[in-house]
């Protein structure tokens, strides 16, 4: 379920002291409930995903995150001079001292995002190209009948003129044929897991 900004901007999440400066894109519910211990199963989760290179279910997500590598591929918008460490100076350089020596997160492998920060509550990854400056942000929360579920926030930085255009022309498409796929991924994945997760 898509929420509004409110539902993260309101939230006492440490983003919000290093990423002020970008603008909170989409915010979900994800279909994950579970207890106050669970959130490292679904960072577990999430770092599958992302390092395995999962790009959603179903034709029309799959096509679209096809179409997006082509026109990345063929206009340079991914290279890796464009990423962040070269172009784009990292989130971690923006850490208070207290997330800067606590865990960094997970390895994400060859995807383009890499991890920032992790707590008990919140994990933040960024990627970054020539169109934007992006963070992924999870975090656990209560779910208001006893139980907790995972957040999903989009932040991001256009890129100029050019940036701005981008994510306008992409949102039709995230929201008709890439969320609703991710969403049902992640929450048959989620599914699919319990019993490792009642195991311990």
Request: hydrophobic residues 40%.
């Amino acid at each position: 379920m898509r929420l509004p900004r409110t539902a993260h901007a309101e939230r006492p999440w440490r983003i919000h002291e290093i990423a002020g400066d970008f603008t909170v894109e989409d915010v979900w519910a994800l279909p994950t409930p579970g207890g106050p211990d669970d959130f490292v199963w679904l960072v577990r989760q999430v770092t599958d995903g992302v390092s395995g290179g999962v790009n959603g279910e179903g034709p029309v997500s799959r096509a679209l995150f096809a179409i997006r590598w082509r026109l990345g591929k063929l206009l340079g918008w991914d290279k890796a001079d464009a990423g962040v460490g070269s172009r784009l100076p990292s989130l971690r350089d923006r850490l208070p001292e207290d997330l800067r020596d606590g865990p960094r997160g997970p390895d994400l492998g060859a995807s383009p995002f890499t991890s920032v920060y992790l707590t008990d509550d919140e994990w933040a990854s960024e990627m970054g190209n020539k169109t934007v400056h992006g963070v992924m942000h999870i975090g656990w929360v209560p779910d208001g009948s006893g139980g907790y579920r995972g957040q999903m926030a989009v932040l991001v930085k256009p890129n100029g003129f050019f940036g701005t255009a981008y994510m306008a022309a992409i949102k039709p498409f995230r929201y008709i044929g890439v969320y609703p796929a991710l969403m049902r991924s992640i929450g048959r994945e989620w599914q699919a897991n319990a019993a490792k997760r009642k195991a311990g």
